[in-house]
Structures are given as C-alpha cells and as structure tokens.
C-alpha cells in the first residue's frame, strides 16, 4: 500500500490531480470490456423499488467484495483495493458479483467504495476516465443481476473519505476535516455513479456522525433512495458518538430508505439495529463482518470468524429488512442467509402480510 496523503490537500480541489480529460491511455482491461468477450446485455431495472421490496418484507445483501476477489486469486494491494480492477480486470468483479447473486443475493453493493477522482488520477486516469470507471462498477453490477431471472437491486457504494485514505480512517473517523469539506469531497463521486443509474446509493462504513451529515446533504440532491449504515464498536459510532444521535441524522432526509450499520463485529449489531428501529422508524439496514478485526498496521485480518447466519432472526424480528455480511462474509455464507430467510421459522406476519422468501 502506498502512504496516505495529506487529507487537506486532495479535499480542497478534487480536480487537481485530474489529467487532460481527452486522455485515453491504453487499458487491456477496459478493451476487453468494451469488446463484449465475457459481457452479457444488461438486466432490465428491478420490477419495483428497493423501497417497496423492504415495506414487503426482508431483502438480502451480497457479502464482502474483497475476500471474494481475493478467492478469485486477485491481488488488492493497492490504495484503490477493489477499484483498482475497475481498469484492470473488470471481468473479475461482474464474477464475484454472480458468486453472490447465484448464492441467493438479491441486492449488489458495487466495486465503488475505494474509488475517487483523486485516486483515479493519481494512477493517470482524467476525469472523463475517472467517471467512466465510476459508471462501469454499477455496469457490472448490472451484468452480473442479469445472470438470474429475479429482480437484483444495484447499490452504488459510497465510502467513507477514511477510505479513500487507505490507512485505516474509516475505523477512527474525526480527520480535521467540517462537514463543508467532506461535502466538497464527496459531491463528484456521488454524482458520478448516481449519473450511472444505480437503484440506490449506499453510504457505507461511515464512522461519524459529521461525515454522515457531508454525504446525506450530496446524496439527497440525487433523487435516488439511499441507505446509511455505520461502522460501529463498544456501543458507539467510531469515532464515539452515541448510537441515537448518528441514526437521528437520518430521520429527516426522505431519500433514505434504512438506516443501521455495516463493517462491524456482528455482536455489536444486535444494539445497533435495535435503536435505529426505535430512533428513526425506518427499515434497519444490517451488514457485519465476519467478527475478524483488521489489522491497519500489519495490512491483515486477526481473530476468528463469529458470524453465525442464525442471528438473522433477531435482527429481523428488532426491524432489519436489508441484512447481508460485509469483510470475509462470502458466497457460501449468504447462501446460509438465504436458506435462513427462506425458512418457514423466519417469515412472519407484519401487518397481515408474509413475507415472501428471497429469491
């Protein structure tokens, strides 16, 4: 991995890094894309909102994009982790998309969360190809949903500026930065994948409350439905927030379809979905980890995998209507999470209705 740069500086002028927009390096990975030699025609749009799937019952997530590719035999060591492939090898993601969507995932969470036009631009991209590349991670995510005849939803991810940092921020939050600057950094990424079409944007692994307020404000210029989900531990945001004031924020905003968290240690979601059902009355939105804890400084994951898909019930019966994993949850696992939803034991009645088994 390559060190952080300074935060302020890329903040301040997105653009800066930007090359000449007319240029148009050769990329193997791109033309290979663009020739069609493993693409499929896109999907049609799901036959309803991502909304009305939640009002109508529980709606599966995909798991962590990265182990997949990692399984795949991919290399991420690089500052745009799994962006990086949107050049380089994009079939590998619309394969680690289909890995999911054939396990029963009825939502996929793009190739998007690592990527910026600062990013992008510091490995040569202009900002014509930066946004390319912004709009061929909802592309691929559409080609792989087109491998099953069911309705997948397409979540563009935004992630949080730690992110994009490639240190570890996204676990700490707080980077000196206002809401104003957070703001300026996201507007660009955010419209360019809204401009691609998702069916909704996620607002991921967000780890305070501050950042929360930057991407709410952007994403509610969009017209598209959003869910916004932190990264949480001890009981608080990271950046030690408490849980009602983070879900709080989102009350207002009517684009946003669920609240909760993602990227966490799945005993601390129990809490977590419990208060944002109570604190926004909105569908809880719930993704952890596989209960491993990354390592910023050895670049690794330690401890042992907690995840147990049975825990879905809970969530479900506290309010979770969007459940998945997120780091090191796979295929196999939210194929657990299916056969669990699917489950007589896991349907219940809300307001006189079933809901209907994924898939």
Known sequence: ?????DPGRDIRDPGRDARDPGRDAPDPGRD???SGAFGRPFAGTPSRPLAAALAAGTVLLDGGLSNQLEAQGCDLRDELWSARLLADGPEQIEQAHTAYVRAGAQVLITASYQASFEGFGRRGAGRAEAAAL???????????????ARDVWVAASVGPYGAVMADGAEYRGRYGLSVRELERFH???????????PDALALETVPDTDEAEALLRVAEGTGLPVWLSYTVARGETRAGQSLEEAFGLAAGYGRVVAVGVNCCDP?????????????????????????EHWDAGGRGWT??????PSRVRAWQAAGARLVGGCCRVGPDTIGELAAQLAAPSANHREGGREEPEPG
């Open 1 to 5: 991995m390559q060190p952080a740069r």
């Open 32 to 34: 290979a894309y663009a």
């Open 134 to 148: 912004f709009a061929r991670s909802v592309e691929l995510a559409r080609r792989a949903a087109a491998s099953v």
């Open 187 to 197: 507007r660009p990424r955010i419209e360019a994948l809204a401009a691609a079409g």
């Open 267 to 291: 005993a601390e979601a129990d809490l977590a979905v419990r208060t944002a059902a109570a604190v926004t009355g909105k569908p809880v939105v719930v993704y952890p980890n596989s209960g």
């Open 303 to 308: 401890g042992g995998a907690t995840f147990d």
